[in-house]
């Protein structure tokens, strides 16, 4: 195995084949970490697959992406079409609203959000992401998965 960081591409072939959806989450913060645990508990289709900002797929896919691996104040949410189909990206609120969406049943209610203009939830959104740390604390390292969650995280 190379210890080579892998690209953008890389890192998007190592999500697609994984299939489903690849969730960029802040692997330090202690909010972040919640809506994984929650997504863990409440993902009963195994749909989403998660990568830590600071890991070396998640900094890829954010750089891939437009996004700045050494600014998390983002959720990337890439859902993976069919072989030969491009991934649809999403960010902050818009990444919110198709992740619990995805989650099926009740929480297809979801979509209301987009009822209210993008620029009032993401103006929210970032907000909360700017002062996350402060209000709901930061680890100093990524939480490790259990063994049975080990496989729904790219590395």
């Known amino acids: 195995m190379s210890s080579e960081a892998p690209d953008g591409a ?3 072939a190592s999500a697609a084949r994984t299939g489903g959806a690849t969730i960029v989450f802040d692997g330090v913060c202690v909010l972040c970490n ?3 645990r929650f997504l ?3 993902d009963r289709h195994g749909r989403y ?3 830590s900002m600071q890991s070396v797929s998640g900094r890829a896919l954010l750089t891939a992406h437009g996004l700045d691996p050494d600014d998390p104040s ?3 949410l890439i859902e993976h079409g069919q ?3 491009l991934a649809r990206a999403s960010t902050d609120t818009d ?3 198709r992740v619990l969406a995805g989650l099926g049943g009740a929480w297809r209610v979801a979509h209301a959000m987009a009822l209210m203009p993008r620029f009032a939830r993401d103006a929210l959104y970032v907000r909360v992401a ?3 740390y402060r209000w709901f604390g930061r680890r100093d390292v990524c939480a490790l998965p259990t063994p049975e969650q080990a496989v729904r995280f790219l590395d």
């Open 10 to 12: 890389a890192a998007r």
């Open 34 to 36: 919640g809506w994984v």
């Open 40 to 42: 863990l508990r409440h």
């Open 49 to 51: 697959r998660f990568a």
């Open 74 to 76: 983002s959720l990337l």
């Open 83 to 85: 072989p030969g189909v």
């Open 95 to 97: 990444a919110v609203r």
């Open 130 to 132: 700017r002062n996350r």
